[in-house]
């Protein structure tokens, strides 16, 4: 494999497709424009099922006409924090976030260090024994790195006896290239 052509959504799109499999129930902590619950949809079909949390209507209406247009039905859209994801969701193979703002959208709002620790530890709580949560830090600009610092100081610092974290960053490109993080639960 190379990586001269790979980005952080298609690392963290291969690491889905070699882990989720049909039938099975994820989340898009952070529903954006759709297209991670579009891909989620499509990998878990139909007997799976992919929720979908955003704070911003425009996120959810946005994904609801990705989602429409493609024909998908096995979805649930839940305009709520992701750091609520417990009260809705009580297991999955998988948590995927997009941390940084909803693309095309007022930048004025973006996820933030403090809630975003929250947010991962209800995906820890929820993910299945062989599941794993998926991370796109995306950094830079006027608010990603006060959330990119707080959320891998909280990482770090996860016990290694319960969890792996990975970290993946193309450290020679230019600009602040999103990180990819991914955390599985050890057996």
């Not at 882990?19 to 499509?42: M, P, Y």
């Not at 990998?43 to 799976?48: A, K, N, Q, W």
């Not at 450290?171 to 991914?182: C, E, K, M």
């Amino acid at each position: 494999m190379t990586y001269y052509d790979k980005n952080t959504v298609k690392l963290s799109h291969e690491h889905m497709r070699c882990h989720i499999e049909k039938g099975n129930i994820v989340i898009d902590a952070t529903a954006g424009r759709g297209r991670d619950t579009l891909f989620l949809s499509e990998l878990v079909g139909e007997d799976g099922h992919v929720y979908a949390f955003d704070i911003q209507e425009e996120a959810i209406e946005s994904t609801k006409a990705l989602m429409e247009e493609n024909g998908k039905h096995n979805y649930t859209l839940i305009l709520d924090s992701h750091v609520n994801m417990r009260e809705h969701v009580k297991n999955a193979k998988a948590v995927v976030f997009n941390l940084g703002f909803l693309p095309g959208g007022d930048h004025s709002i973006f996820s933030h260090g403090d809630t975003s620790i929250k947010a991962i530890e209800a995906a820890l709580d929820i993910i299945d024994e062989d599941g794993f949560v998926s991370v796109c830090v995306y950094h830079g600009g006027d608010t990603g790195f006060e959330e990119r610092d707080t959320v891998l100081d909280y990482l770090e610092k996860l016990d290694q006896k319960k969890y792996t974290v990975m970290l993946q960053s193309f450290h020679n490109r230019q600009g602040y290239p999103p990180l990819f993080v991914i955390i599985e639960k050890n057996r």
